[in-house]
């Protein structure tokens, strides 16, 4: 069980992160499997977590610039993978920000010859969805400055949907030692 108050088990986790932090070789993913693995053998799987979180954050600091920025995204979208619901409620905040945004600035229907009925929740929610499900992508096209925002919810969509699938089949979260 992990506490925050004085010197308890949160404490102590927090203390051998940092001196682990303070290795004077640099980063070494070994010190940190161990720690896991010793959590682990005593039913600390939460502080095990914790622990091999901490070890990507440290590799992504050994990294390029293009490995920096992947691993940050990873990292703030689904925690590498340690927290794979977090996708979800990266979801559900574009899918109100979207839905919001075009009940306001509606886009203009593509191809006239038929009236179509416009829902913001269902066009924000076909651009967010890599797979059209509701027809309403092909139906309508943002228009200025929502252009922008449509193609980001496309591409947040596709990233959302690469971490989800990523997480849930534990591409992203490397088993450590038992």
Do not use: C
């Not at 502080?47 to 940050?72: C, M, N, S």
């Amino acid at each position: 069980m992990t506490t925050g108050r004085g010197g308890g088990p949160a404490a102590r986790l927090s203390g051998r992160l940092a001196w682990l932090r303070r290795d004077p070789v640099g980063y070494r993913p070994q010190p940190y499997e161990q720690l896991a693995a010793y959590y682990r053998r005593i039913g600390h799987e939460s502080d095990a977590r914790r622990v091999l979180l901490a070890k990507q954050r440290g590799r992504r600091r050994t990294l390029r610039l293009p490995g920096v920025l992947w691993g940050w995204q990873l990292d703030v979208i689904v925690r590498y993978g340690y927290r794979p619901w977090l996708a979800g409620v990266w979801a559900g905040l574009l899918l109100a920000l979207g839905t919001a945004v075009f009940s306001t600035h509606h886009p203009s229907q593509i191809g006239l010859d038929e009236k179509r009925s416009f829902n913001p929740l269902l066009y924000t929610l076909d651009l967010l969805v890599p797979v059209s499900l509701f027809d309403q992508r092909g139906a309508w096209e943002p228009v200025g400055w929502t252009q922008w925002l449509a193609g980001g919810l496309i591409t947040a969509g596709w990233v959302l949907a690469t971490a989800l699938i990523a997480g849930a089949t534990r591409v992203l979260r490397p088993s450590g030692p038992s």
